[in-house]
């Protein structure tokens, strides 16, 4: 596993809390890029599939100024 999923509360590696843990993944106080990371392994362990969606949620959008 990686580095951020010892991050995610136990409760929230479960593929049917996804919405929990997307609105407890856009509280947390760290940058759109760490969101980003800790949203794909949290995708990872649970076995969804990342969407571009869920990215832009996560991340207010902030891949658009990523290049």
Same mark, same amino acid.
């Given at each position: 596993?990686?580095?951020?999923?010892?991050?995610?509360?136990?409760? #929230?590696? $479960?593929?049917?809390?996804?919405? $929990?843990?997307?609105? @407890?993944?856009? *509280?947390?106080?760290? $940058?759109?890029?760490?969101?980003? #990371?800790?949203?794909?392994? @949290?995708? $990872?362990?649970?076995?969804? !599939?990342?969407?571009?969606?869920?990215?832009?949620?996560?991340?207010?959008? !902030? *891949?658009?100024?990523?290049?």
């Amino acid at each position: 596993m990686g580095e951020f999923i010892g991050l995610i509360p136990e409760e #929230y590696l $479960d593929p049917d809390k996804e919405h $929990d843990f997307l609105l @407890w993944l856009i *509280s947390l106080p760290v $940058d759109p890029w760490t969101k980003k #990371y800790i949203l794909i392994e @949290w995708c $990872d362990a649970v076995g969804v !599939a990342l969407t571009e969606e869920m990215v832009n949620l996560v991340t207010g959008q !902030a *891949s658009i100024t990523w290049g």
